[in-house]
């Protein structure tokens, strides 16, 4: 007993003695100082070598950052690094709140990587094997292979119904061929997070991303309650369209009847041409013009950008922060099209929030307060190449043109939007589900969720694994939510701005051009913060309330 008692008592002492009052908040502040030394050079060469990487398609590039990325993980796959994280959270004492953010993160960027190394290997080659499966699968209709480009003009344009089945199938293929795989990858992800105390993996990705899957399932049950009725109106008016088109009636309406795989975008019906508008326009002069009279100068953003169309080069479009010291570039492929005057509003939106970061906070801190966040200012900003108002003022139109652009494009982003939601929810309560027991009847379980939220029917017969053929499941798991997120809060910062910044009482014929205020607002409130707040905290001091979906329903249902 005796034994027994000193054995605790010295315990007891052990973690004492690591709980160490104020010289804690010392320890961590050293700390913290060796790690940024060592993390900062290296994220900032990773980003520099997967800037040239993505401008010129160099595969020796695209190896040396692998390299690069390898190196950072190994910092933070630390054990006892993290041992010693772990304490100072576990102590409780850190008072100064920029202290106790850093080790909030760094305590999360740690966490996610403590994976024993042989686990994490395999997890690594599962998720190389399934994408390179994928990419170098073609389906096939009778017996000859299709790219997915074919399969979308044949779901666009095809009125014969059993070539738009075949050609629908011929995109879910490849789920068939992975899912095996697939399942695996997500029963080792599912075995790594256990090893940190976690229920499965999506409940450590959900924590890790400093959110909280009750929150979350609120948000999503209420965005469902609000467009449960407009969407099956808009449905209903829809589906007479489409089955008008194909001379059938809207109960025989399958899956291949509408224009997307996975019915997660508009339908060309609605889809509305605005590229005449765009036509022999400077797409980049139009932004530089547009954000400068916001009060967010990008000309040294544009300066350092790479902006148009170069063999080898990435073929769509990012924003980067190199270094969170201001050096932020563009990576675009412009071309006079409305889709691309979308696209760098929306890249700029995100380069405007890396820019005015307030470089005084810690490099941990200098980055946005959560990737919806900087998605929210990013579509909050694209959203503008198909408001008529702004439109008008920037393209001078006449006020029939913007008449006319405004018919249709309300129209239009009502559909998108609703739509969008609707798609989001199936993704996000799949993927909770999958990872909750990935060995149920999965495939029965994609479609139960697809004709509950999308209202589209099952295909007769037992279903396939085509869900898995959507790439986001291996790429990027259990990250769609984002994406909905972003948009609730570019509702809810158009909200806020319109009636408490402009002081309007209504958002009728807003442009959002040559108005200052906005820029102020966006950098002292949103940017300047970085990730100083953690994003709900942010989001309620900026706006003066947290998150709510009721923005984006009152923006887009009316
Ligand atoms: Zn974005």
């Given at each position: 007993m005796k034994t027994l008692y000193y054995i605790v008592m010295s315990i007891v002492l052990i973690v004492l003695a690591g709980c160490g009052a104020n010289s804690n908040q010392d320890q961590l502040d050293a700390f913290i100082q060796v790690h940024v030394q060592k993390v900062e050079p290296l994220a900032t060469k990773a980003n520099l070598t997967y800037w040239d990487a993505a401008t010129t398609g160099k595969q020796e590039k695209f190896r040396e950052l692998e390299q690069l990325q390898l190196e950072i993980r190994r910092i933070y796959s630390d054990s006892n690094d993290f041992k010693k994280l772990k304490n100072f959270k576990e102590c409780?004492?850190?008072?100064n709140q920029r202290l106790a953010r850093q080790l909030e993160k760094l305590y999360l960027a740690y966490l996610q990587n403590q994976v024993e190394p042989q686990l994490l290997k395999r997890i690594v080659e599962l998720d190389t094997k399934v994408q390179e499966m994928y990419s170098n699968y073609r389906g096939t209709v009778d017996g000859n292979e299709v790219t997915m480009s074919d399969i979308y003009t044949i779901l666009t344009t095809e009125k014969d119904c059993n070539k738009r089945e075949a050609a629908w199938k011929a995109s879910k293929q490849v789920g068939d061929v992975i899912i095996d795989d697939f399942l695996q990858l997500v029963r080792l992800r599912n075995q790594a997070a256990k090893s940190v105390g976690f229920e499965n993996y999506h409940t450590l990705s959900i924590f890790t991303g400093e959110q909280d899957v009750e929150q979350l399932d609120r948000i999503f049950a209420e965005l469902s309650g609000l467009t449960d009725e407009p969407f099956k109106q808009l449905k209903k008016e829809l589906d007479q369209i489409l089955a008008d088109d194909y001379g059938i009636?809207?109960?025989?309406?399958?899956?291949?009847?509408?224009?997307?795989p996975f019915f997660q975008r508009t339908p060309l019906v609605y889809e509305l041409n605005l590229d005449s508008y765009y036509k022999d326009r400077d797409i980049k002069e139009l932004a530089r013009r547009y954000y400068a009279g916001a009060g967010l100068p990008v000309d040294d953003i544009l300066a350092r950008s790479d902006l148009y169309d170069r063999k080898g080069k990435y073929p769509h479009a990012f924003s980067f922060?190199?270094?969170?010291?201001?050096d932020v570039r563009v990576l675009a492929n412009l071309q006079d099209t409305e889709r691309w005057m979308e696209t760098i509003l929306h890249e700029l939106g995100h380069a405007v929030y890396s820019k005015y970061?307030?470089?005084?906070?810690p490099w941990l801190l200098?980055?946005?307060?959560?990737s919806f966040t900087t998605e929210a200012v990013a579509m909050f900003f694209g959203r503008?190449?198909?408001n008529a108002a702004w439109m008008q003022e920037m393209l001078k139109l006449s006020a029939q043109e913007r008449k006319e652009i405004e018919e249709v494009s309300t129209k239009y982003l009502q559909f998108q939007q609703i739509l969008f939601a609707r798609w989001a929810m199936v993704m996000y309560n799949f993927e909770k589900q999958l990872y909750a027991?990935?060995?149920?009847?999965l495939n029965s379980l994609w479609w139960d969720l697809v004709e509950k939220y999308q209202f589209i029917k099952r295909p007769p017969g037992k279903p396939d694994?085509?869900?898995?053929?959507?790439?986001h499941f291996t790429?990027?798991?259990?990250?769609?939510h984002n994406y909905m997120l972003g948009e609730l809060l570019a509702s809810q910062l158009h909200h806020h701005i319109v009636?408490?910044?402009?002081?309007?009482?209504?958002?009728?014929?807003?442009?959002?051009?040559?108005?200052?205020r906005l820029g102020r607002y966006l950098r002292e409130?949103?940017?300047?913060?970085?990730?100083?707040?953690?994003w709900d905290k942010m989001i309620t001091k900026a706006t003066?309330?947290?998150?709510?979906p009721r923005y984006f329903i009152e923006q887009f249902i009316r």
């Open positions: 409780g004492d850190i008072e009636s809207p109960e025989d309406l399958m899956p291949w009847h509408y224009h997307d922060d190199a270094d969170r010291n201001g970061h307030d470089r005084s906070e200098r980055e946005p307060a959560h503008l190449s198909r027991d990935p060995n149920q009847d694994a085509g869900w898995a053929s959507k790439l790429t990027a798991p259990c990250y769609y009636y408490n910044i402009f002081g309007l009482d209504s958002d009728r014929d807003l442009s959002y051009v040559g108005d200052k409130n949103i940017f300047a913060p970085c990730a100083l707040y953690h003066g309330e947290p998150l709510n």
